[in-house]
């Protein structure tokens, strides 16, 4: 069974605010994604990591930033969140054997 | 580069009738494909997986999909559809090595009583 949590699980902020969302798996997966995804709509890829001390950016352009310093955490980092950033954040890990990718229950944001 | 292709935006069928969702992909050589289906406000739940091998292939809620090469095709079926079913359903294509995960655009389910 997977284990990949994240939290919050809800989160309502102000304009300005600096946040994280947090992100664990319990798998020993060597890479880690983060996705955004409005309601009902596609996903899109925003950042994702190899392993650690590896980071990328993903195919949309996201004003947030990750790092990677235990194989097991990949917190997402908001500097100054805007309305823009309301959205859902879901976490994904895979191991390196396979492509097969679990996501966590994701982290609803939304900015005032 | 892979892509993914899931025609329908949104599909209704009623309670106990069949269904089929359409995903075709792109890619050069024999791909890894998932389906994933996603609840309200949660994340996404793998359906089921191609890696290689037996071309038909059973997933989890009764939910099977077949390889079609000679289609570049991977349509996920169910032969008698619950109230419970109605979600989000993703396609996705991967390929060996590092590459992340390419998903379709989604197709929303409705199922009508």
């Known amino acids: 069974e997977a284990d990949i949590y994240q939290t919050p699980r809800y989160l309502v902020i102000g304009t300005g605010k600096k946040i994280t969302l947090e992100c664990s798996q319990t798998m020993g997966h060597d890479k880690m994604y983060w996705y955004q995804q409005d309601p009902g709509m596609e996903l899109h890829l925003i950042h994702y990591s190899y392993g650690v001390n590896s980071t990328e950016k993903g195919d949309l352009s996201s004003e947030s930033t990750v790092s990677r310093i235990r194989t097991e955490h990949f917190p997402l980092t908001l500097e100054s969140a805007r309305p823009s950033h309301t959205s859902q954040y879901l976490c994904a890990s895979r191991t390196s054997g396979n492509n097969e990718q679990f996501f966590g229950p994701g982290t609803r944001l939304t900015v005032l | ?113």
């Open chain 2, 1 to 113: 580069a892979q892509s993914v292709t899931q025609p329908d935006i949104h599909i209704t069928v009623s309670e106990g009738a069949s269904l089929e969702l359409r995903c075709n992909y792109s890619y050069g050589a024999t791909p890894y494909l998932f389906w994933y289906v996603q609840s309200p406000g949660q994340g996404l739940q793998l359906l089921l997986k191609y890696f290689s091998g037996d071309t038909l292939v059973q997933g989890i809620k009764g939910f099977e999909a077949e390889f079609k090469r000679s289609q570049s095709s991977f349509n996920l079926r169910k032969p008698s559809v619950h109230w419970s079913d109605a979600a989000e359903y993703f396609c996705a294509v991967g390929a060996p090595g590092n590459t992340p995960l390419v998903f379709g655009k989604g197709t929303r389910l409705s199922v009508i009583a």
